[in-house]
Antibody, heavy 123, light 113 residues
């Protein structure tokens, strides 16, 4: 059974940093692209970032580019999101989501999601 | 970036009745070389993560009840729930993956009874 479990969320002051983790199990993690997607309170879904299985092709939404860093540790079956210079508008539930594509160069759609972790940025 | 727009924002449907959600992309998401529309639909129930329902605009994900169906091509798409059940109360999102990044979602449609 595919499982994705996020951790590392919490309350942080504006300008601060936080590192999210996602522990994966039940599938060959190193073979899949992975994403972070968020949902702010009262708003819709927003894609945040993607990392290819090669760990080199990485993409970000414009709203987080230059502030967030996605990474992966395949031996640990783990995905990370380092969030710096946090703003009030980054307050959201953050979801780790597996990309459906095994070999494509870019993100596609999401076939498995974690339960999500709440990040609250206080202004 | 491709902008994705959903309508309506919310709708109330009686149990057993049909629910129809519309999704429009600012440019075509149809790729003629493989005859596929690069569009997916998700369901998000309160307190739960999103769940993939449909991809390639009309392919139902394994385990999704057949009362859920997707249709459309190019820029206009529809998610239909043929006979609404109580457990279908949720917010539904469409998402394009034709031109990425960024992946873009519609604003969501809340379905209530």
């Amino acid at each position: 059974e595919v499982q994705l479990v996020e951790s590392g969320g919490g309350l942080v002051p504006a300008g601060g940093s936080l590192r999210l983790s996602c522990a994966a199990s039940g599938f060959p993690f190193r073979s899949y692209g992975m994403n972070w997607v968020r949902r702010a309170p009262g708003k819709g879904l927003e894609w945040v970032s993607y990392i290819h299985p090669n760990g080199i092709s990485i993409y970000y939404a414009d709203s987080v580019k230059g502030r967030f860093i996605i990474s992966r540790d395949d031996p640990k079956d783990s995905l990370y999101l380092q969030m710096n210079s946090l703003r009030a508008e980054d307050t959201a539930f953050y979801y780790c989501a597996r990309d459906s594509s095994l070999s494509g160069p870019r993100p596609t759609f999401f076939d498995y999601w974690g339960q999500g972790i709440l990040v609250t940025v206080s202004s | 970036d491709i902008v994705v727009t959903q309508s309506p924002d919310s709708l109330a449907v009686s149990l057993g009745e049909r629910a129809t959600i519309n999704c429009k992309s600012s440019q075509s998401v149809f790729y003629s070389s493989n005859n596929k529309n690069y569009l997916a639909w998700y369901q998000q129930k309160p307190g739960q993560p999103p769940k993939l329902l449909i991809y390639w605009a009309s392919t139902r994900e394994s385990g999704v009840p057949d009362r859920f169906s997707g249709s459309g091509s190019g820029t206009d798409f529809t998610l239909t729930i043929s006979s609404l059940q109580a457990e279908d109360v949720a917010v539904y999102y469409c998402q394009q993956f034709y031109i990425t990044p960024p992946l873009t979602f519609g604003g969501g449609t809340k379905v209530e009874i």
